[in-house]
């Protein structure tokens, strides 16, 4: 599934990935590919200007880590992130069920078969 | 917050060299810049040592990378003209936003001077000349409308911004509302430097005039940097 496919939906999979635990944002790329089983496509680099957006929103907050010489930008949800995400699940769960109803439709009852 | 590499090191770095083209290419708060790309470079830093973990018996020592594997990452993360829009929309907004907090710090502080100046009890002599007053009434109320439409803004682009769309041409409107604040006070500046030669109470209208022009040098530039900002072009949020 390609980058352009997953629009619209990276805040909701950003969301979900740091529903666990605070991640560094290389991780956060990571975990989305690793769940979906390297289906989503991400475009690596566009995820940190999108986890900078949350922060902006106050979906999230971020600290930096020292490891060593290198630091690190982990972020984790705030409790507008975990509402948000419940939003997000809901309407996805709306919409793949209403998309569903109309691809596959449940066979009517009594149709002659 | 860059990593601490030699020079030529750094010249070599395909993956400092990608940073360091990127960074040429956008524009913004300073602060908010090198910490969007200090992350960047991590995360390819990351990413060119997981590439390398799987394909090279012998890493270089610094990163535990290859080049192939640092070129590989950089064309995984996406090209520079790939990039930078998206960069460039979170700086646009976060200079529009420093320049809309700088109107919401300084008019409000200055107004209350600006009016104990003007309507200051006492001789005839000390106070300000008549149409002086009323300018710097105009002004004071033209500085008002700028701080309050930068609240808005401030809001519009913040946690507001979680049930509004930002519209796109929000920076460009925040950068001109600076320079209309940044212009009242230039004006309120220099009428209470000429009020001052005719009023008794002349250091207080200097240091008033001063402190404005201070006022207005920070607000105007923040401003300049955010109509440049709000000029270049930037990504639709995903």
Redesign the interface.
């Known amino acids: 599934m390609k980058a352009s496919e997953v629009r619209g939906h990276l805040d909701g999979l950003l969301l979900s990935v740091l529903e666990s635990g605070p991640l560094h944002g290389y991780a956060v790329i990571t975990a989305v590919q690793e769940r979906s089983n390297g289906v989503l496509e991400l475009r690596k680099g566009t995820i940190y200007p999108a986890l900078n957006r949350l922060e902006r929103l106050g979906l999230l907050r971020s600290t930096w880590e020292s490891s060593g010489e290198r630091k690190r930008r982990c972020y984790e949800l705030t409790d507008a992130g975990r509402r948000s995400l419940e939003t997000e699940r809901k309407v996805w769960r709306e919409f793949t069920a209403a998309i569903g109803s109309v691809l596959e439709p449940a066979p009517r009852p009594g149709a002659a078969t | 917050?860059s990593?601490?590499y030699a020079p030529t090191e750094r010249a070599a770095d395909p993956i400092e060299a990608h940073v360091a083209e990127l960074a040429a290419a956008l524009h913004g708060p300073a602060r908010e810049k090198d910490?969007?790309l200090?992350?960047?470079r991590?995360?390819l830093?990351?990413?060119a040592a997981?590439l390398s973990a799987d394909t090279a018996p012998d890493p270089g020592p610094r990163t535990g990378t290859t080049p192939d594997a640092a070129h590989e990452a950089i064309r995984?993360?996406?090209a520079v003209a790939?990039?930078a829009p998206?960069?460039q929309?979170?700086l646009t907004?976060?200079q529009a936003r420093h320049t809309a907090r700088g109107v919401m710090l300084v008019v409000p502080f200055l107004l209350p001077c600006w009016y104990v100046l003007a309507t200051a009890a006492g001789p005839a002599a000390e106070r300000l000349p008549h149409p002086a007053q009323v300018l710097l009434a105009h002004l004071g109320g033209t500085a008002a409308a700028t701080a309050l439409a930068a609240a808005v803004f401030l809001a519009a682009?913040?946690?507001l911004?979680?049930r509004l769309p930002t519209p796109d041409r929000l920076p460009l409107l925040v950068a001109w509302t600076g320079t209309t604040a940044a212009v009242a006070l230039a004006l309120s500046a220099l009428t209470l430097t000429l009020a001052s030669l005719l009023t008794a109470n002349w250091p207080l209208s200097v240091l008033a005039g001063a402190v404005t022009i201070a006022c207005h040098s920070k607000i105007a530039a923040s401003a300049r940097a955010c109509r440049r900002c709000a000029r270049l072009p930037v990504?639709a949020?995903?």
Request: charged share 25%; net charge negative.
């Open positions: 917050m990593a601490p910490r969007m200090a992350e960047l991590e995360g830093v990351d990413a997981d995984q993360f996406g790939d990039l998206g960069f929309r979170e907004v976060a682009t913040g946690p911004a979680r990504a949020p995903a």
